[in-house]
Each structure stands twice: as structure tokens, then as C-alpha cells.
């Protein structure tokens, strides 16, 4: 069945530091792939996402590109903020639209 | 626009008794998703509706479990009778259409004690 993998966390980092969440995937269609976001105590928000391969989702200065080739979608922040702190999570939605989501990676950033 | 709205945000019970979850998606919307989140499994889809009719509850744990739509604007999670492992934070979601993201509520922590 469908599948999503993201890399493990903690992810803890400096505040303007660059932040890379890696996030693959096993579908068996052509999905859509989202990153949703989640600060302490709130349900998940949806971050960005992508349609088809190749396409860029971005928010906020936040930025991933759906590839193919490789079946991932990696979620990448030029200079993080302390307000960056949250729980990530990576999506896919295959059929209809029932969304399969990846563990989650937590993001620390200290000033 | 007022979001998905959960409530209670907060549950704590003994062991046995029935707990209902309530939820009410943003107007408009056709999809309903419950969702429970726990460090052990992570973010699980419990059931999904689609204009006030559940389309799958393949996620939906056991009979213990049931959920309702009585309405567009209005749906429950029930638990009967709760148990310590129903512990978790359980959220409602809601989406415009199949292939539009989902709004997410700010969940209820519910503990069995």
C-alpha cells in the first residue's frame, strides 16, 4: 500500500541555520504530496503542497519540488526561525482523498 | 471563518464509561475525517464522510468505536466502554472537496484512566 517516510527527529538547530526534512514515498498512482505543520497543543495546518511531478510548493519560506525520478518530496527552509519550531509532517494523498501521512519529524530551533 | 471546531478539548475518565467526541466541520465543506494521534502509531484515520454519509471506517479500531453525521455541520466519535488504550488526541478534519487539503481542529486529548 501507499506509504510516506521521513527522516527521523529531533531535527535541533540554530536559528538562521538551512533546514532540510527529507521525505520519500510509495505510491502506486501519481499522488498529490503535502507538508502539514504542527505547533504544540494545535492540529496540523497545511504547509505547502504539489500536484504533479516537478511542480514547487512554497509557504512562508518554505519550499519542497515534487520528484518523480527519486519518489520524494523534501521540505527545505533557507535560515530557520525559533517560530519554525513545530512537529512536520509529509503526506500523500492517492485515491480519492484519503491522506496517508509520514511519523512526523519534530524541529527545534534555538536562538 | 471559524475553522473546524472540537470540543472538549480535553476529556479525563475512568475506564468503562462512554466518552463522545464531538466536532463541527467548516460550513461548506462535504468531506469529515476523525483522526487519532499517538506516539506509538503516529497520525491514524479512523472513518471519513462524505456529504453526512461514512465512506470508509476501514481505520476505525473496534465495535467499541462508532461515529456519526447526523448533519453537515455536526458529527461524534463515541467509545463505549473506553479503555486506558484509547488514550490519544483525537482530531476532526474537514475538506471543501476530494481534492482539496484538509482543515484541521485543534483536537481533543482525551486519558482513561
Known amino acids: 500500500g501507499d506509504s510516506v517516510t521521513q527522516m527521523e527527529g529531533p531535527v535541533t538547530l540554530s536559528e538562521e541555520a538551512f533546514l532540510t526534512i527529507n521525505c520519500t514515498y510509495t505510491?502506486?498512482?501519481?499522488?498529490?504530496l503535502f507538508w502539514y505543520v504542527q505547533y504544540p497543543g494545535e492540529g496540523l495546518q497545511l504547509l505547502l503542497k504539489?500536484?504533479?511531478?516537478?511542480d514547487k510548493g512554497s509557504n512562508k519560506g518554505f519550499e519542497a519540488t515534487y520528484r518523480k525520478e527519486t519518489t520524494s518530496f523534501h521540505l527545505e527552509k533557507g535560515s530557520v526561525q525559533v517560530s519554525d519550531s513545530a512537529v512536520y509532517f509529509c503526506?500523500?494523498?492517492?485515491?480519492?482523498?484519503?491522506?496517508?501521512f509520514g511519523a512526523g519529524t519534530i524541529l527545534r530551533v534555538k536562538s | 471563518d471559524a475553522g473546524v471546531i472540537q470540543s472538549p478539548r480535553h476529556e479525563v475518565t475512568e475506564m468503562g464509561q462512554e466518552v463522545t467526541l464531538r466536532c463541527k466541520p467548516i460550513s461548506g465543506h462535504d468531506y469529515l475525517f476523525w483522526y487519532r494521534q499517538t506516539m506509538m502509531r503516529g497520525l491514524e484515520l479512523l472513518i471519513y464522510?462524505?456529504?453526512?454519509?461514512?465512506?470508509?471506517d476501514s481505520g476505525m479500531p473496534e465495535d467499541r468505536f462508532s461515529a456519526k453525521m447526523p448533519n453537515a455541520s455536526f458529527s461524534t466519535l463515541k467509545i463505549q466502554p473506553s479503555e486506558p488504550r484509547d488514550s490519544a488526541v483525537y482530531f476532526c478534519a474537514s475538506s471543501l472537496r476530494f481534492d482539496q487539503p484538509q482543515h484541521f481542529g485543534d483536537g481533543t486529548r482525551l486519558s482513561i484512566l
Open positions: 505510491a502506486t498512482g501519481y499522488p498529490s
Open positions: 503526506a500523500l494523498s492517492d485515491k480519492g482523498n484519503k491522506l496517508v
Open positions: 504539489a500536484t504533479k511531478a516537478d
Open positions: 464522510f462524505n456529504n453526512n454519509v461514512p465512506i470508509d
